[in-house]
């Protein structure tokens, strides 16, 4: 029986991007972040997909690894810890924007200028969403107009999971450098 040794597996996925060491990784501490993120609060599927980041953030970040100064197992759990403090501070930012924007919204709604300025936001929204791949633009359609989850939309498009989250983090990543004139 081999030892599982996960310090050599991350070397590997630094020096080479050894897919099998990366499988390896991800089989064994996805569950447990996963476990991780639920003692902490998250739902089931929240801890799921801060799991997934976690070790998507393993796999870019293998190189900066030093056996030296942290277990391997310590370093997995630091980085699920950062995924989730990274996450919850973009949740509170959603929440506090979207908050901004009901009481700017609900100020006057009828009056002309108020009008206008949701016209124009309107179009802007449109016209970006227009410009993105279409890839990426099916991907926003499903989850946004459609009301589909991440799952739901992995199983129609014939997609990996993982894909699907990649395009929606990818179009809302370039949304989000063209609607930053909305503030």
């Given at each position: 029986m081999?030892?599982?040794?996960?310090?050599?597996?991350?070397?590997?996925?630094?020096a080479t991007?050894?897919?099998?060491?990366?499988?390896?990784?991800?089989?064994h501490y996805?569950p447990?972040?996963k476990?991780m993120?639920?003692?902490?609060?998250?739902s089931?599927?929240?801890a799921?997909?801060?799991?997934?980041?976690?070790?998507?953030?393993l796999?870019?970040?293998?190189?900066?690894f030093?056996?030296?100064r942290a277990?391997?197992?310590?370093?997995v759990?630091?980085?699920?810890?950062?995924?989730?403090?990274?996450?919850g501070?973009?949740?509170?930012?959603a929440?506090?924007?979207?908050?901004?924007?009901?009481?700017?919204?609900?100020?006057?709604?009828d009056?002309?200028e108020?009008?206008?300025?949701?016209?124009?936001?309107?179009?802007?929204?449109?016209?970006?969403?227009?410009?993105?791949?279409?890839?990426?633009?099916?991907?926003?359609r499903?989850?946004?107009?459609?009301?589909?989850?991440?799952?739901?939309?992995?199983k129609l498009?014939?997609?990996p999971?993982g894909t699907?989250?990649?395009?929606?983090?990818?179009a809302?990543h370039?949304l989000r450098g063209?609607?930053?004139?909305?503030r």
């Amino acid at each position: 029986m081999v030892e599982f040794d996960p310090a050599w597996l991350i070397t590997r996925v630094a020096a080479t991007q050894d897919r099998d060491a990366f499988v390896s990784l991800f089989e064994h501490y996805a569950p447990r972040v996963k476990s991780m993120m639920i003692r902490r609060g998250a739902s089931p599927d929240r801890a799921e997909d801060l799991a997934q980041e976690a070790l998507l953030r393993l796999w870019r970040n293998a190189s900066q690894f030093d056996p030296g100064r942290a277990t391997a197992s310590s370093w997995v759990y630091a980085i699920a810890r950062n995924v989730g403090i990274d996450l919850g501070r973009r949740d509170l930012r959603a929440a506090r924007w979207l908050e901004d924007e009901a009481v700017q919204e609900e100020a006057d709604p009828d009056e002309p200028e108020g009008q206008l300025l949701a016209a124009e936001r309107e179009d802007l929204v449109r016209t970006s969403i227009a410009t993105l791949p279409s890839d990426q633009l099916r991907v926003v359609r499903l989850s946004f107009f459609d009301g589909l989850a991440h799952a739901e939309i992995a199983k129609l498009l014939g997609i990996p999971l993982g894909t699907v989250k990649s395009r929606m983090r990818l179009a809302l990543h370039r949304l989000r450098g063209k609607l930053g004139e909305l503030r």
